[in-house]
């Protein structure tokens, strides 16, 4: 009876014995999946969470190729657990944001129309009597009705923003629109108030 039989057997019964990595290998995975599953808003919403997580799977990974198995599968149940909360995580900070953003949208809807109101107001009045307070022209009055027109036009998009659930847009688009018109007001002597 030669040995070749033997050989066989013994690569077979190899073949067929559980990897020693498969356990790490397995939790490496689940984390990696985890952390994918939660989406776009975990990077969006809690993006510190998610760059530290992806560094404890790049860790789990060298650990992994150092054959450093047995302390992988200790130390990832708790990496494992954390990146499973992720969407919810993210999911809280969201609606932390979105709260938010909706007191800020809620003032904005009364202070722009109103300002922008103000605005034509006090610059249509500089047109109308031909004389500018000092250090300003009617040139620079003229620009401004054109820019009165321009947060009026950028104020229209950003209540489409808030009607399609885009409040961040929103709120950053009526902002920047109350500001420039109260900047607009005040380059000419006025005010918006």
């Excluded at 009876?1 to 290998?25: I, K, N, W």
């Excluded at 997580?53 to 450093?68: A, H």
Aim: a neutral charge; proline letters at 4%; aromatic letters at 4%.
């Amino acid at each position: 009876v030669g040995t070749l039989p033997l050989v066989m057997a013994a690569a077979l019964l190899s073949a067929c014995a559980p990897r020693e990595d498969a356990p790490a290998r397995k939790v490496i995975d689940e984390i990696s999946a985890a952390i994918e599953s939660a989406g776009p808003d975990a990077t969006k919403y809690v993006p510190g969470h998610v760059a530290a997580l992806e560094g404890q799977v790049t860790r789990l990974k060298v650990r992994f190729y150092d054959k450093d198995y047995e302390a992988i599968v200790e130390g990832a149940p708790v990496i494992l657990e954390r990146a499973r909360a992720l969407a919810t995580t993210a999911a809280v900070k969201k609606a932390e944001i979105t709260k938010v953003l909706d007191v800020d949208w809620s003032k904005l809807v009364t202070a722009v129309p109103a300002a922008i109101a103000s605005a034509e107001k006090f610059v249509d009045a500089l047109i109308a009597a031909k004389k500018t307070a000092p250090g300003t022209t009617q040139q620079m009055v003229a620009s401004a009705r054109i820019g009165v027109d321009q947060q009026k036009s950028l104020w229209e998009k950003a209540t489409a923003a808030s009607a399609a659930g885009d409040l961040e847009t929103a709120v950053t688009l009526g902002t920047h629109v109350k500001r420039r018109l109260e900047n607009l007001v005040a380059a000419l002597g006025g005010n918006t108030g």
